[in-house]
């Protein structure tokens, strides 16, 4: 069992910046890959990014790469996503998951826990 939990969530203007960390409890953290996924209202979850077991691997979606930046720490159990030049389609639910298969992946239903969800607002 894994429990995520998400910090760093806010309201930002147009491009700036917000940092997201996401703390893992639970044995095999870093054995898992994680991943940032958002929802914005209306519209369903979609991946952002992902880091592989060891880091070495990461993968973004198109809207965000360039801009946002994953990462982890597994001495910390702790994955961030650094965010920078925020635009106001940013705005969403984030959502940190773990996906044992330990390799980089952007289907929802290939990760096994997940977060609560922390907002973010950009406004224009």
């Known amino acids: 069992q894994v429990q995520l939990v998400e910090s760093g969530g806010g309201l930002v203007q147009a491009g700036g910046s917000l940092r997201f960390s996401c703390a893992a409890s639970?044995?095999?953290?870093?054995?898992?890959?994680m991943g940032w996924f958002r929802q914005a209202p209306g519209k369903e979850r979609e991946f952002v990014a992902a880091i592989s077991w060891s880091g070495t691997s990461t993968y973004y979606a198109g809207s965000v790469k360039g801009r946002f930046t994953i990462s982890r720490d597994n001495a910390k159990n702790t994955v961030y996503l650094q965010m920078n030049s925020l635009k106001p389609e940013d705005t969403a639910v984030y959502y940190c998951?773990?996906?044992?298969?330990?390799?980089?992946?952007?289907?929802?239903?290939?990760?096994?826990?997940w977060g609560q969800g922390t907002q973010v607002t950009v406004s224009s």
């Open positions: 639970g044995r095999s953290f870093s054995s898992y890959a």
């Open positions: 998951a773990a996906n044992a298969g330990g390799q980089v992946t952007t289907t929802p239903n290939e990760y096994r826990y």
